[in-house]
């Protein structure tokens, strides 16, 4: 049967322009591929998840791949690299509109908004033309689409007490999900979309937060506090603060589809400006000084956050492993006459009733044993009859069930990443990129060029679990190497530094006055602003 592959995209700030290179890369890749290879060799995308930079890229692409396959011809003139690496740029986020207060944003969201509405709206301005559908589209001709948020307001859950009453508690890591296909090529889904993209976007300070309006509906657990209508508004800011690399996303839609079927067929694609890199503290209780204590913090909360779905990816991953060890120790035993059918039949029985399975559902989770082991239950069929197979696969059963492993699958995860020297636009907390197209064209163009060397050896960096890609690359603008210095502010037009200077000069003063910093007071917020705007800020623009 065919391949899957599911792909989540990370918050990037202005690195979205490395991302947007590898999403052209791989959906160009394996349109090409899946145009020649045979029906069983062919490579799938059905579906994708973002965070904040990467929500906008993961919807960008969902449209591509639905209705606008044409657009994406040109590796120089498509929705990626038009909205990313031409479109945002300092001169159009800044200054804000007129509209627009310094008090909210440092940058200009309706700019942001203005590019939603060309890229992900643009064909809704007027009656759309037909939809021309990516040959990289799974062949059901839809996507799941997945976006991460982080809701400032917070969604209620009220789980009863055994002693009477209920345990309340908050959630703000949010999330918004679309099935989409031909169905929704329409402005009313897309406006949704691109509200949500939007929102899922929007890096504190730097953007204001959006608005959403939600459905109870959306949230599927049982615990979810009652509302006063069915429908409410919240106030989202950028989904990677919580949740920046929703590879647990991608599993809940993964389990939907397959309903934990062939997962040797099925990969996980993870793009992201850096790798995941482990990113040991080396602070010490006795230099624990507040200025320490406080990055520390910062980075011990950011990195628990962004992990976590990678966390729970490896701990299922590593579960499996060991279950498939014990799978191949118990067939062993079986071989060797250690356990013998008739002594096991009937303990293996019992243990199989004490998990209350239906007779369907028992049989399913038979079949999906059976199709697993495929191999080791056609070879002990053979020497020991099928029986003896059966009872082996039924005390696997047990020991998947008691490890609560059961329509739990390995994940298959590929990560296409860069070392963070090597990016332009890193520099100033990933805000770089936005100054100077030039760096936004390098980083693009560095995506591609990952995404090509993933690609032509995808087979053997897969070790089989993929086919070996049958495309033409497309030619890459000349990279420039790494600087001995690295990419710095000073490579950047000194006026495109200026006004980031500026805005951020204000956006400092507005925060001060607002904490009642005026009148006689005005003295210590001038000091400040002296010391962090004039000294600090201004080292690092280089001005």
């Known amino acids: 049967m065919p391949y899957r592959l599911a792909i989540t995209i990370a918050g990037a700030v202005s690195l979205g322009s490395f991302e947007a290179g590898v999403l052209y890369e791989v959906v160009d890749a394996l349109g090409q591929h899946n145009q020649t290879a045979p029906p069983d060799e062919r490579v799938y995308i059905d579906v994708l998840t973002g965070a904040s930079a990467g929500g906008v890229t993961a919807a960008v692409t969902a449209q591509s791949l639905l209705y606008t396959a044409a657009q994406l011809a040109d590796p120089y003139n498509n929705p990626f690299y038009n909205s990313w690496v031409v479109s945002l740029d300092i001169n159009g986020l800044l200054p804000l509109g007129r509209s627009e207060s310094a008090d909210q944003s440092i940058f200009s969201s309706d700019y942001v908004n203005s590019l939603a509405r060309q890229f992900l709206l643009g064909r809704y301005a007027q009656s759309p033309p037909p939809p021309v559908s990516h040959p990289a589209l799974n062949p059901s001709g839809s996507v799941r689409l997945g976006l991460t948020l982080s809701n400032l307001n917070g969604v209620d859950f009220a789980r009863p007490l055994l002693s009477g009453g209920t345990f309340n508690y908050t959630q703000f890591q949010d999330q918004i999900e679309f099935s989409l296909d031909a169905t929704t090529d329409q402005s009313v889904t897309w406006t949704r979309i691109a509200y949500a993209a939007v929102a899922c976007g929007a890096f504190p300070f730097a953007f204001r937060p959006g608005k959403l309006t939600r459905d109870i509906k959306d949230y599927t657990s049982q615990f979810v506090a009652p509302w006063p209508a069915p429908n409410r508004d919240f106030t989202y800011s950028d989904g990677g603060i919580f949740q920046n690399q929703p590879l647990g996303l991608a599993k809940k839609f993964v389990d939907s589809l397959d309903k934990h079927q062939n997962s040797d067929s099925r990969s996980y694609l993870f793009v992201s400006p850096r790798p995941v890199n482990p990113t040991l503290s080396t602070i ?260």
């Open 284 to 543: 010490s209780a006795d230099k624990a000084v507040f200025k320490l204590m406080l990055g520390a913090l910062v980075n011990a909360i950011y990195n628990q956050a962004g992990f976590q779905d990678w966390i729970e990816a490896e701990t299922i991953n590593d579960s499996l492993s060991l279950l498939n060890r014990r799978a191949t120790e118990l067939k062993r035993l079986f071989e060797n006459d250690i356990l013998k059918a008739s002594d096991v039949q009937g303990l293996a029985g019992r243990l199989l009733d004490q998990f209350q399975l239906t007779r369907a559902g028992l049989d399913g989770a038979r079949a999906q044993l059976r199709a697993q082991f495929s191999p080791e239950y056609t070879q002990l069929s053979a020497t020991k009859g099928v029986p003896a197979a059966d009872v082996w696969i039924d005390s696997v059963l047990i020991l998947e069930l008691a490890a609560d492993l059961h329509e739990k699958d390995e994940m298959y995860i590929y990560q296409i990443a860069s070392d963070p020297k090597d990016l332009a636009g890193a520099g100033f907390f990933a805000f770089l990129g936005f100054l100077y197209r030039g760096f936004r064209d390098h980083d693009y163009d560095l995506g591609r060029q990952k995404a090509q060397s993933f690609l032509n050896l995808i087979d053997q960096i897969s070790k089989g679990k993929l086919p070996k890609l049958r495309f033409t690359p497309k030619p890459i603008h000349p990279v420039q190497p790494t600087p001995p210095g690295g990419f710095t502010p000073a490579m950047i037009p000194k006026p495109n530094r200026k006004k980031l200077y500026e805005a951020l000069s204000q956006a400092v003063d507005n925060a001060l006055i607002q904490e009642g910093l005026t009148g006689l007071k005005s003295i210590v917020r001038k000091s400040i602003e002296t010391f962090y705007t004039d000294g600090k800020i201004k080292q690092m623009l280089d001005l």
